[in-house]
């Protein structure tokens, strides 16, 4: 391939090494991803400039093109610590609602998703099913496919974030409406629930086939990468119910997926997700929990929610946060971060080496202490 990322066979066999250690709780260190941006100053068509958005959603630009404008930008990342090439496929969160018949909007920031063909439909009538010939399928299969054509083993494809299900629900039913049929109709709700998690699975195997032949492991939209099979998990609908409604119709969903990955993961976003730890925290096959603060809390590495990455540490969970280096340095000086994952960045996004070299040095020193794991 012309203009390899210069990420040779030995750091995908030390990237194996490492994070393979760190999922079987084998590390005795963090793992620190950094990367940089995008370097710029390459020539790049019209459609493309600005983030590549309209360019990847777009239906009528070949996906071959999109994936080699991917391709040209990532080779110009640069990585540091225990990150790797990558790219993954974002469509928006829960983009499995437009697979199966919702309409999918894109915005500048982001993409949102309404009922489609089930608008005004009873919940009891809304039956989503696979369609192979559904336009936004047929995108992100074509673009991942693509994608991992073009980078030919030299940079990861990330699976598509397909959707928690019962935030697909909320896609197909609209939001408003589920959480009158949670009061009215929960058994309605637990069979919707039930009849998207096969199909969840059917998506991510279908993508799967594409990626894994790579042999460069899996990763999704977080910074986790799994020498077999993963993905991070979530449902931002459980904000609104309860322990017990979550325990009803999320944790089978949840177990079910976890039964088919090696290493499933769960984004916990926001204070209004913590009541559901417990639940989450039960399920065997979770391998994981990143935490999310959420807007206008303090950063994930705050002193303040140290109790709380100990107590998901306690159950014997791995951990991935994202946090700015200064309050990463701050929290390595203090505990120990064994079996987290820290995406780290300077202001500038520069000098990604030192800063991954001075936290690990730092974290080193006090689990020289043998002080407290987190």
């Not at 709780?25 to 459609?47: F, K, N, Q, S, Y």
């Not at 058994?187 to 039930?194: A, I, P, Y």
Request: net charge negative; charged share 25%.
């Amino acid at each position: 391939m012309d203009n390899p990322i210069p990420f040779s066979d030995e750091d995908w066999s030390r990237l194996e090494r490492d994070w393979t250690a760190w999922w079987n709780h084998e590390l005795d260190r963090p793992m620190l991803v950094a990367a940089g941006t995008v370097l710029a100053g390459r020539p790049a068509p019209a459609w493309w400039k600005g983030c590549g958005e309209t360019g990847k959603l777009a239906h009528d630009i070949p996906a071959e093109a999109v994936a080699e404008e991917i391709w040209n930008d990532i080779r110009r990342i640069p990585l540091a610590g225990d990150a790797w090439p990558r790219f993954w496929i974002n469509f928006g969160p829960g983009i499995a609602a437009a697979f199966v018949g919702g309409d999918a909007h894109p915005t500048k920031d982001s993409m949102w998703f309404y009922p489609g063909i089930w608008k005004d439909k009873p919940l009891r009538e809304i039956r989503p099913a696979y369609d192979a010939d559904n336009r936004w399928w047929r995108r992100v299969r074509d673009l991942t496919r693509a994608c991992a054509a073009v980078f030919d083993g030299c940079a990861q494809v990330g699976f598509t974030d397909i959707g928690g299900g019962l935030d697909i629900a909320a896609s197909l039913r609209e939001t408003q409406p589920l959480l009158l049929d949670c009061m009215d109709d929960p058994d309605g709700v637990g069979e919707l629930c039930r009849l998207i998690t096969p199909l969840w699975l059917r998506y991510y195997e279908e993508l799967a086939a594409e990626i894994v032949p790579a042999g460069r492991g899996t990763s999704a939209w977080t910074p986790l990468w799994s020498p077999g099979r993963t993905c991070t998990m979530q449902c931002d609908f459980s904000y609104m119910i309860g322990p017990d409604q979550f325990a009803e119709w999320v944790v089978p969903d949840l177990a079910a997926c976890c039964a088919r990955l090696d290493h499933g993961f769960y984004h916990l976003d926001g204070k209004g997700q913590i009541p559901h730890l417990d639940h989450l925290l039960d399920i065997p096959g979770l391998k994981g929990v990143q935490w999310i603060p959420g807007d206008g809390q303090p950063h994930a590495a705050d002193p303040a929610w140290w109790p709380l990455l100990k107590r998901i540490r306690d159950a014997g969970k791995l951990v991935q946060i994202y946090s700015p280096a200064d309050a990463v340095l701050r929290m390595a000086r203090e505990v120990p971060l064994t079996g987290i994952t820290i995406e780290t960045w300077t202001p500038d996004r520069r000098n990604q080496a030192e800063l991954v070299e001075a936290i690990q040095r730092e974290n080193a020193a006090v689990r020289s202490r043998e002080r407290p794991s987190i």
